[in-house]
């Protein structure tokens, strides 16, 4: 596969992810791990060269000589294998964040197993650490056969066997070694945060490796979808295991921050939180693959987070279920100068009505899935209803998160109804009091008549963005989805979205200011939703068809990244995203179950 | 009366105020602890029993440490609230940073720590240093609770 590094930064679409369910790496298709934050998901990181290729941090390995790589995940595991190919032979490595299982292991491990293949390979691996956001360069020290990078309360050790003898030089530490076919050498990194480190001897790292392939194989076993497009739903299941962030149960967007949406743009945000509306389709995903615990986990935390605010909600968590995100800019330079790199997240302090019908949606689709709701959830939830039918009436800033708001977005009225309707649903079973009901069915049907008479275009045969107004908006594609009613007006703004928003299989959002400068790619989670959306309105081949080219768009380990730039299907922006695989799983699912 | 029913009396008293304020506290939005949640779901998954269950580990847990409380008075002779409470802030400082936030997950087969995998699920969220997943208020909170139940049980107990 061609490897394109554009000013030292590999394309998006050349990374990779290994998780363990508490924190996540991106590999480049050239073997550098160039994104890592430790210990958790959400914590600063200590390589950064995917934002800053001077500052940032990375831990390479590859070839001394010019080579050609090719990658796959080891079947149904997160364990990446890159084969390098060169002119004297060929070389396999494994990459794998390993999980407890032999021995006593690390805090966190990044294992790097290397293997001859054929001929001679003559390897390099480069070790450059540099802590909180390559604002802090390593202490270094060498104990025990192990080469020691210290900041503060954290160190990270990296044990080498059979990987040459360590140069140091200024800011890293460096080998070169040869592998015959055959050979093995082995590089593992472990960390430890306010604990001493772990020197683990080879044979357990590889044991924990074996492990760690054992165990995402069974997990992997264990789902169950036998529709169409099956390895990108079981691929998408497994990048969602590696977003859950396993000590609470919530998930992250994304595992990282500032990817632009634009090269060069300022639309860089951070997605390592925990969104609401992110929450109600992943629990849905996970009940539909059979993932019970995790999707019982995922509820779990979901109230417990709620716990401080409600009846109020919060857009987004942080995985310890605290409120405070506090925007901020870091000192690196951004994704092939894509400034700001941003930390935190500004959108934590806006008014966005749908996540009020995610909640409901999450708690319905959790009581269909054979969880009853416990008396206290009950009435939790029936103080939320009542605050929907308090807030319905008020502007917001929507799904999108604009920031020239706010507007009585269309979409957020609908999932009002929605709330209201689910609310109404689950009293009627008894998982809810029903003391408020009467006002809960007079609010939904006057939302309904409020999206009727407010939102609808005849002009433009389709409901508008806002109240009104003229403009499309793909977020309604999800109409369907919750079921909303006025199935001929829904089918037409389908019809709309794909008139007017659509370039090729990809689609826009919207095509107007969003109070945030500079250009947009295409979102793909609304190409996996036109898909559903045609599908749940009765265009089941169109839907279809258009899945298959969708799925093939892809990289070459079947991952998306939120965005593509729709002339060249370049990614944009944060990578893996949850929400793109949780729609693509939607998606496939809506399609299999109507063809 | 005996130091041995004061102190069960003190115990049961002062876990009575403890939990209701630590109760208040939550319903008022200034912590997500739920002691009883905590510990109920220890032995059990099911939300509904897991508090019934949780609170009644909670009060005889207030009344073992009632008996020590009253042990220790027995021993150096005396006891007054303030030396209870001040026993209670040392146990509010105990649980925050060992009890519920290292030796709690280490046993609770339902709370997640921060070696906890993709391997396993975790349905209760980590407490964290001094509690503070739970909210920033939580060690305030739970402070508060303890000496109150401090003072309430140096008070009761005679030695």
Redesign the interface.
């Known amino acids: 596969m061609e490897l394109m590094r554009i000013d030292g930064y590999a394309r998006i679409e050349d990374y990779a992810l290994i998780?363990?369910?508490?924190t996540s790496a991106l590999v480049a298709l050239d073997g550098s791990v160039d994104w890592l934050c430790l210990?958790?998901l959400d914590s600063p990181s200590v390589f950064a060269a995917l934002l800053d290729r001077e500052r940032g941090g990375t831990f390479e390995l590859q070839p001394v000589d010019a080579f050609e790589a090719a990658r796959r995940y080891l079947p149904d595991t997160?364990v990446l294998e890159t084969t390098f190919t060169t002119s004297t032979g060929v070389v396999r490595v494994v990459d794998a964040l390993t999980?407890?299982?032999h021995g006593l292991?690390p805090?966190r491990e990044l294992a790097r197993s290397i293997e001859g293949v054929s001929g001679r390979v003559s390897m390099r691996w480069r070790f450059a650490p540099r802590f909180d956001y390559g604002r802090l360069a390593p202490r270094w020290e060498r104990r025990g056969g192990m080469i020691i990078a210290g900041c503060e309360g954290e160190s990270i050790a990296l044990s080498a066997w059979n990987a040459g003898t360590v140069v140091a030089t200024e800011g890293d530490r460096r080998g070169t070694f040869e592998l015959a076919a055959g050979e093995r050498a082995l590089l593992a990194m472990s960390t430890a945060?306010a604990e001493p480190l772990i020197a683990a001897p080879r044979r357990d790292v590889e044991a924990r490796l074996g492990h760690t392939i054992a165990?995402w194989k069974r997990?992997t076993d264990e789902r169950h979808y036998e529709g169409p497009w099956k390895e990108a739903v079981r691929r998408s299941a497994l990048v969602l295991?590696?977003l859950?962030f396993?000590?609470?149960?919530?998930s992250v967007a994304a595992p990282t921050t500032s990817l632009p949406e634009s090269i060069g743009g300022t639309r860089n945000w951070d997605y390592r939180f925990c969104w609401i509306r992110d929450s109600n389709f992943l629990i849905d995903a996970l009940l539909d693959l059979g993932c019970y615990?995790?999707a019982?986990?995922l509820f779990?935390?979901f109230m417990?987070?709620t716990?401080?605010?409600e009846p109020a909600l919060h857009v987004l968590y942080r995985l310890?279920?605290?409120t405070r995100a506090t925007e901020r800019e870091l000192p690196l330079s951004g994704y092939r100068q894509s400034r700001p790199a941003r930390v935190g997240n500004g959108a934590v302090d806006q008014l966005q009505l749908d996540i009020y019908g995610a909640l409901f949606e999450t708690a319905w689709l959790y009581s269909k899935g054979h969880h009853s709701l416990?008396?206290?959830?009950g009435v939790v939830l029936a103080r939320v209803a009542n605050r929907v039918c308090d807030i319905w009436r008020c502007p917001d800033s929507g799904i999108w998160e604009v920031r020239n708001g706010p507007f009585h977005f269309t979409h957020s009225k609908a999932m009002c109804w929605g709330a209201l309707h689910r609310a109404v649903r689950l009293a009627e079973q008894g998982e809810l009091p029903a003391r408020h009901v009467d006002r809960w069915r007079k609010e939904s049907a006057a939302i309904l008549d409020f999206i009727d008479t407010r939102c609808w275009s005849e002009s433009r045969r389709s409901y508008t963005r806002v109240a009104g107004d003229e403009t499309l908006d793909a977020s309604l594609l999800m109409l369907p989805t919750i079921r909303f009613p006025s199935h001929e007006r829904v089918r037409a703004t389908v019809d709309a979205i794909s008139r007017g928003l659509r370039h090729d299989d990809f689609v826009y959002r919207y095509r107007v200011d969003d109070g945030v400068p500079g250009n947009e790619g295409c979102f793909l989670n609304c190409s996996f939703w036109l898909v559903s959306a045609l599908a749940r309105t009765g265009r089941v081949d169109q839907a279809a068809s258009m899945m298959d080219r969708l799925v093939a768009r892809a990289n070459d380990v079947g991952l998306y990244s939120e965005e593509v730039e729709p002339a060249n299907g370049t990614f944009l922006g944060n990578f893996p995203q949850a929400l793109v695989h949780l729609a693509l799983i939607e998606a496939a699912i809506a399609v299999g179950k109507r063809s | 009366m005996s130091v041995f029913w004061s102190a069960f009396g003190g115990g049961f008293l002062g876990t009575v105020v403890m939990t209701t304020l630590m109760r208040s506290a939550a319903e008022m939005g200034f912590t997500r602890m739920d002691l009883a949640f905590l510990l109920g779901t220890a032995a059990t998954d099911n939300r509904r029993t897991a508090k019934v269950v949780g609170y009644l580990f909670h009060f005889a847990l207030g009344i073992a440490f009632a008996l020590l409380y009253g042990g220790f008075f027995a021993a150096i002779g005396w006891s007054s609230w303030w030396l209870g409470a001040l026993i209670g802030a040392l146990q509010a400082l105990f649980t925050a940073t060992v009890l519920v936030n290292v030796l709690l997950p280490a046993v609770h087969p339902r709370i997640g720590t921060p070696e906890t995998g993709a391997d396993e699920i975790a349905l209760v969220e980590p407490p964290g240093f001094l509690m503070l997943n739970y909210g920033r208020n939580t060690f305030l909170v739970t402070l508060v609770a303890h000496i109150a139940y401090g003072a309430i049980v140096g008070w009761a107990v005679r030695v």
């Open positions: 998780g363990d369910g508490r210990p958790n997160n999980l407890p299982g292991e805090m945060y165990f997990w295991k590696m859950i396993a000590a609470s149960g919530a615990d995790e019982r986990s779990w935390w417990h987070a716990a401080l605010t310890d279920g605290g416990d008396h206290d959830t």
